[in-house]
């Protein structure tokens, strides 16, 4: 690999790994910030609470994340999971329900545990099957994604609205959406499988 691309890999690594582990905490603060404003303060106070809260949590990433950064392909597991689930909670609602983003949370487990497994020099056995394990929960977790979308449509409102559009119409029932969120979570999952399979592959080639 020549100089460029393993200078990219490196430098993407590590924006990607503070993102990741430093999101949380900042977004934590950010809405106790808010939380802290409503009980305590008045409303017009709240804008100025939330960037305070925001600013805590940045430094306190900048203060204790240095070391985990640096220790970040021997996390646990199941600390590795609490975060996609919180990204994926996230990104679902930040969309509105609309599980796009969420692919992106599926490449970046792809990314990391790539990374992952060249740093602890898996062999290619233990690499292709921990690969393939990642790629699988990323998908069974596209899939409970689009069930919240599908639970949110048929408690908030969507039975009955109507579907307009040049080539087809319809009326939302609730046999229709169970239908559209077991294709379209289905579809999803494949296609969140492939992605994250495929960001591991890419890395892989760009770091060897």
Aim: charged share 15%; net charge positive; proline share 2%.
């Amino acid at each position: 690999m020549n100089y460029r691309s393993d200078e990219f890999v490196r430098k993407a690594e590590t924006v990607i790994l503070w993102m990741l582990f430093g999101t949380p905490l900042a977004v934590i603060c950010f809405v106790a910030g808010g939380f802290i404003s409503v009980v305590l303060f008045d409303e017009k106070h709240i804008l100025a609470m939330v960037l305070a809260g925001l600013a805590v949590g940045i430094i306190l990433d900048a203060v204790f994340l240095g070391r985990p950064v640096k220790n970040a392909y021997r996390i646990n597991n199941k600390i590795l999971i609490a975060l996609y689930i919180f990204y994926s909670i996230g990104a679902l609602g930040f969309c509105m329900g609309v599980p796009i983003l969420n692919f992106g949370v599926g490449i970046v487990a792809g990314f990391y545990t790539a990374r992952e497994m060249q740093c602890t020099k898996a062999g290619r056995i233990q690499r292709d099957r921990n690969i393939k394990r990642t790629a699988i929960f990323s998908a069974v977790i596209m899939m409970a994604m689009c069930c919240l979308t599908g639970i949110w449509a048929l408690v908030g409102g969507m039975i009955g609205s109507e579907f307009e559009s040049p080539l087809l119409s319809f009326t939302f029932t609730a046999p229709i959406i169970i239908a559209m969120v077991i294709v379209g979570g289905v579809l999803l999952s494949l296609l969140q499988y492939y992605l994250t399979t495929t960001a591991a592959k890419i890395t892989f080639k760009l770091s060897t």
